[in-house]
């Protein structure tokens, strides 16, 4: 089994519709280490040892966050600048994270329409998100297709809501059971409800 490490940033739970149910489903599945960074480090002050020897001991890191301003809430750029060193996650000798999957897991106020060339948010979200692929590129680790959900808002007046969620905890498994087809999620822009590519064979076992 793999170990799946879930960070979760959401620095304004208490009005969290959608991040909040997600999380409580992510801490509640064996095999998968979930941490509210705003609740550990609240002034900041990230402990970048212990972070590290968090990240030697999983296989899966995912970023868990709603967009904001067409990006991360600002506790994972301090996380990525503190944690992501010189020498442990890139570098001459920096390949510690080599070989390991990331992915980001996000929900966006705007509709899907909104996140194209010609939408008005002028970007794909995955183009949004480029920075963080890289990034990713950059430590040597395998960047998979973002789980994401748009119109986070209305989610709730139908049943998408509870699709997404049902999805995000599949996907949590299959991760953690090695069953996710990791090239395909590579290629795919990205992953939705309907779109967990699984290996052949493994998706019943
Ligand atoms: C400060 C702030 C900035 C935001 N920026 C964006 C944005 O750039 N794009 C977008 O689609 N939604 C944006 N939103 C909407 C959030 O992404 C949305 O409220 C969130 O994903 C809903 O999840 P939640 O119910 O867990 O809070 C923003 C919200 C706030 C409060």
């Known amino acids: 089994m793999a170990k799946v490490l879930v960070l979760f940033a959401h620095p304004g739970q208490r009005h969290s519709r959608v991040n909040v149910p997600m999380a409580r489903i992510a801490s509640s599945i064996d095999g998968v280490t979930f941490v509210d960074l705003y609740a550990q480090y609240p002034k900041l002050d990230i402990d970048v040892d212990s972070e590290q020897e968090r990240l030697l001991q999983h296989d899966v890191i995912?970023?868990?966050?709603?967009?904001?301003?067409?990006?991360t809430p600002s506790i994972l750029k301090e996380w990525q600048d503190l944690v992501l060193e010189y020498g442990f996650a890139y570098g001459r000798t920096g390949d510690k994270l080599a070989g390991k999957v990331f992915l980001p897991v996000i929900t966006a106020g705007g509709p899907d329409h909104a996140y194209t060339e010609q939408g008005s948010n002028r970007f794909r979200l995955r183009a949004l998100l480029s920075p963080l692929e890289q990034t990713a590129n950059l430590c040597q680790m395998r960047f998979i297709a973002p789980y994401a959900l748009f119109s986070a808002h209305d989610a709730h007046s139908n049943d998408r809501f509870d699709q997404h969620l049902e999805g995000y905890r599949r996907l949590l498994e299959a991760l953690r059971d090695g069953t996710v087809d990791i090239d395909a999620a590579a290629r795919l822009e990205l992953l939705s409800t309907d779109t967990l590519p699984l290996q052949e064979g493994k998706a019943d076992e």
């Open 62 to 71: 995912m970023f868990q966050f709603p967009i904001y301003w067409y990006s």
